[in-house]
T-cell receptor, first 112, second 114 residues
Framework: DGGITQSPKYLFRKEGQNVTLSCEQN?????MYWYRQDPGQGLRLIYY???????QKGDIAEGYSVSREKKESFPLTVTSAQKNPTAFYLC???????????FGPGTRLTVT | GESVGLHLPTLSVQEGDNSIINCAYS??????FIWYKQESGKGPQFIID?????DKRQGQRVTVLLNKTVKHLSLQIAATQPGDSAVYFC?????????????FGQGTILTVHP
């Protein structure tokens, strides 16, 4: 089945540690996105990539980094510089001809 | 600033009733709108979308209405079922922004009582 996978579903880290969230898609989509969702709030864009080896900052990129070495993969690193990293992280992808974004199941990150 | 928002944060309906979820947007330059459904602990799922050159679009049990005069978007769900209980988000794309860059509203919680 085609889709987007995110792993792990739950992730726990100590403050001060960097952590990388995985996102893989087999939809052959060109564009991929990372969002952050906090309780009772909408989705806020962290980073997005429209093609391999290229990505742009979204609205809340500070404290995060990404890479896009392969079309199907778009990992997100939450660095120790992110002041409030505990959140639900969602990865999405879209084709180059439609604005509709397909979402993965999300990773819930808890930093203590 | 320019944003997408919702009139009501929660909506409770009885099974079988019709539901209307509203979304106000302030950016008149937006040319595409989309509704997503998010169940607890899961990623959002596409429901329906509409371009700014349309006023209405229908899907299976859902209808999206766009009123550009008052910058208002609504999602109508017919014969609401318990499985429709979720958070519903509207999102917009501003004309001229990078391809696929959507701005999401805060969401409305829909609760359907059997």
């Amino acid at each position: 089945d085609g889709g987007i996978t995110q792993s792990p579903k739950y992730l726990f880290r100590k403050e001060g540690q960097n952590v990388t969230l995985s996102c893989e898609q087999n939809l052959n989509h060109d564009a991929m996105y990372w969002y952050r969702q906090d309780p009772g709030q909408g989705l806020r864009l962290i980073y997005y990539s429209q093609i391999v080896n290229d990505f742009q900052k979204g609205d809340i990129a500070e404290g995060y980094s990404v890479s896009r070495e392969k079309k199907e993969s778009f990992p997100l690193t939450v660095t120790s510089a992110q002041k409030n990293p505990t959140a639900f992280y969602l990865c999405a992808s879209s084709t180059g001809t439609s604005y509709e974004q397909y979402f993965g199941p999300g990773t819930r990150l808890t930093v203590t | 600033g320019e944003s997408v928002g919702l009139h009501l944060p929660t909506l409770s309906v009885q099974e079988g009733d019709n539901s209307i979820i509203n979304c106000a947007y302030s950016n008149s330059a937006s040319d595409y709108f989309i509704w997503y459904k998010q169940e607890s602990g899961k990623g959002p799922q596409f429901i329906i979308d509409i371009r700014s050159n349309m006023d209405k679009r229908q899907g299976q049990r859902v209808t999206v209405l766009l009123n550009k005069t008052v910058k208002h978007l609504s999602l109508q769900i017919a014969a609401t079922q318990p499985g429709d209980s979720a958070v519903y988000f509207c999102a917009e794309k501003k004309r001229g922004t990078s391809y696929g860059k959507l701005t999401f509203g805060q969401g409305t919680i829909l609760t359907v009582h059997p």
